[in-house]
């Protein structure tokens, strides 16, 4: 059965089978969340990987190796925000939905994800986690047949309980720490 998990866990360590990077269009290795995955995984390993993809588009997702990380690392490329009036909201539902697909089409049954888009591409935190705990749960509706553990990896604790909050507000039943 499939499930909707928040921790307060690094990206790095999440322990699941893929990791979903916080990725920029050119496939480079960023700061923040991006710069952490990348050094985990072996920073020039993993480029190489992203050279050879070259591109991606903003609300989409490419999948490399992990190499020292993980199993797969899958690279979405959230939507800078405006002013959520500029396709924000139907790139970033798309960064998840096709990050899950990847997931399926690779058959990785956990994933981990951050918070896409909510560091320096500045998308209000309330409003990311609303599109992501969206977008998991009507994918994961849409696949029944498909199990896997969506695992949503947070350092901060006022992320953290926004999830936490997005999630009561949604009607999502998160996966408890006890049920592992």
């Known amino acids: 059965m499939s499930s909707i998990q928040i ?3 690094s990206i790095t360590k999440v322990g699941t089978a ?3 990077n916080a990725a920029n269009e ?3 290795q960023g700061g923040g969340v991006c710069g952490f995955i990348f050094e985990a995984a072996g ?3 993993l480029q190489k990987a992203c050279d050879k993809i070259g ?8 999948i490399t190796p992990g190499f020292d990380l993980c199993d797969h ?3 979405a490329v959230g939507p800078i925000y405006i002013n959520g009036l500029e396709n924000e909201p139907q790139m ?6 096709n990050s899950l697909n990847l997931c399926k089409e690779y058959d990785i049954h956990s ?7 909510a560091g320096i591409f500045g998308y209000p935190v309330d409003k990311a986690w609303r599109k992501a705990l969206q977008a998991c749960n009507d994918w994961i509706l849409k696949n029944s047949d498909y199990d896997i553990d969506i695992v949503f990896a947070i350092i901060d604790d006022r992320i953290l309980k926004a999830g936490m909050d997005a999630a009561k507000d949604f009607g999502i039943r998160l996966k408890d720490q006890n049920e592992l």
């Open 7 to 9: 921790k307060k866990v």
């Open 73 to 75: 690392i899958i690279h």
């Open 55 to 62: 591109f991606c588009h903003t609300g989409d997702a490419v």
């Open 43 to 45: 920073a020039s390993k």
């Open 92 to 97: 970033l539902y798309g960064c998840y939905r």
């Open 18 to 20: 893929a990791i979903v």
């Open 111 to 117: 994933v981990g994800f951050p918070l896409i888009s």
């Open 26 to 28: 050119q496939l480079l």
